[in-house]
DNA sequence: ACAAAAGTGTTGACCATACACCCATGC
DNA sequence: GCATGGGTGTATGGTCAACACTTTTGT
């Protein structure tokens, strides 16, 4: 029986992203370490698993303890799993992840902020491989599924949703007035009767998305881009 | 220390389909369990993790057990995890999911045998849902990924490959002659100057798939249905 | 009137579908 | 010759990228 079980660490390491609609700007959480090993360094917030905690419960746990948290939902990524070669302890590491309002997200306490995908620092242990993986699955998501639509306000314009796609794939990922027919066509954008209007030009059509005449489509692989 | 550990077993769990090309049949490896709980129910090749094990290890040793193994890829698909709520022990499962060709495959010893994904007995744990993501998986991968020739021979025909993908993704998902000209077009399968003489009728080119043509392709979303 | 931003339309190239049709072989 | 399966071609309709154009606002 013994022989069968090994020492384990187990972990949670969150991948949460924000996206700044007003500024076009994606972020990524970061937590500064205050213990070793990596102390001083900046991490991806993340905690062991506790007695009686199941691993989601250990993940909104530590994002709570850095972020008021509202309708977050978390999906996981990956196991990463790792045995030291002096003590033999395997570390496993259940990375998550989720995509946040930047506007909407407060910050608790000092040693965690939000932090550009374009200047990173050095992270503790193998925390950019998570990261790099979480964002390719953030623009996977991004193009095969209606995440964005959690992310922006309930009205939006078409040009606030272009912006947000903009941020996350990067710019020319396709041209505006192609994307605007394009998702127009789907169906599952309502014009909301009202306009956004911000100082000088043509005011904007704010679009509400309907999640029931979204429904009939989720099983397809529509794309978005 | 001791509050923040907690009482863990760590398993493997190996979702392992096979193709068998002749036939077009579709299978899932599953063996007979010996041992309670779930005594004489069938179940996925898994097992607990041993000291110095990695994941992987573990992975390909049960495998190792049941069947030959030559060239055997695993990909990890999910980590599922469960609190028992008498013990407060957390069971961890970490699936791996592989593609392999049926012609090539011994199986080894009397518990371990092939199903037809068609006329599943019930399964033991919560091993119906791994299958189920396994499954998934694998159909995503056919639309998206060459790992068809991971599993057809080096020669094949087109019809080979046509096969294949009805197997796996049922019935009237493309036309023959589109799926043809869409496949050829794309040039990563060069002809490789023989013919299959199989009875009456034309004989059949053979191709071989050629990863350098393919190479510069990985990156973008092709799609092969 | 003019600039700015929203929104529409047009064009040509490409691509998918559903077929019809031709080709090479065994009997 | 003819059945059988391999392979090619084609007409239609749709989709996509690029870009020109029109509309509605503030000043």
């Known amino acids: 029986m013994k022989k069968e079980l090994t020492d384990l660490r187990l972990g949670v390491d969150n991948v949460i992203f924000s996206v700044d609609a007003q500024f076009n700007?994606?972020?990524?959480?970061?937590v500064k370490r205050e213990q070793?090993?990596?102390?001083?360094?900046?991490?991806l917030p993340g905690t062991i698993v506790?007695?009686?905690e199941s691993l989601e419960d250990a993940a909104y746990r530590i994002l709570s303890e850095k972020i008021q948290l509202k309708n977050l939902y978390l999906e996981q990524l990956y196991t990463f799993s790792?045995?030291?070669?002096?003590?033999?302890v395997l570390y496993l590491s259940v990375s998550h992840f989720a995509l946040l309002r930047y506007e909407e997200t407060m910050l608790i306490g000092q040693n965690a902020s939000w932090h550009s995908l374009l200047e990173l620092p050095k992270l503790a242990f193998n925390h950019r491989e998570i990261l790099n993986y979480g964002y390719k699955?953030?623009?996977n998501k991004l193009e095969y599924s209606p995440i964005a639509f959690e992310v922006?306000?309930?009205?939006?314009?078409?040009?606030?949703?272009?912006?947000?796609?903009c941020t996350i794939l990067g710019e020319n990922f396709s041209d505006y007035?192609?994307?605007?027919s394009r998702l127009l066509k789907?169906?599952?954008?309502?014009?909301?009767?009202?306009?956004?209007?911000v100082g000088i030009g043509r005011p904007a059509t704010l679009y509400r998305f309907d999640p029931d005449a979204f429904a009939p489509l989720k099983d397809y692989p529509l794309l978005f881009v």
Request: glycine share 6%.
């Open 25 to 30: 700007r994606l972020f990524v959480l970061l």
């Open 36 to 43: 070793l090993p990596y102390k001083d360094y900046w991490g």
């Open 50 to 52: 506790r007695q009686e």
């Open 82 to 88: 790792n045995r030291d070669q002096d003590s033999q």
């Open 137 to 139: 699955r953030l623009r």
């Open 152 to 165: 922006l306000p309930e009205l939006f314009t078409l040009n606030n949703l272009y912006q947000l796609y």
């Open 177 to 180: 007035s192609n994307f605007r």
């Open 186 to 197: 789907f169906g599952f954008l309502t014009d909301s009767g009202t306009k956004a209007y």
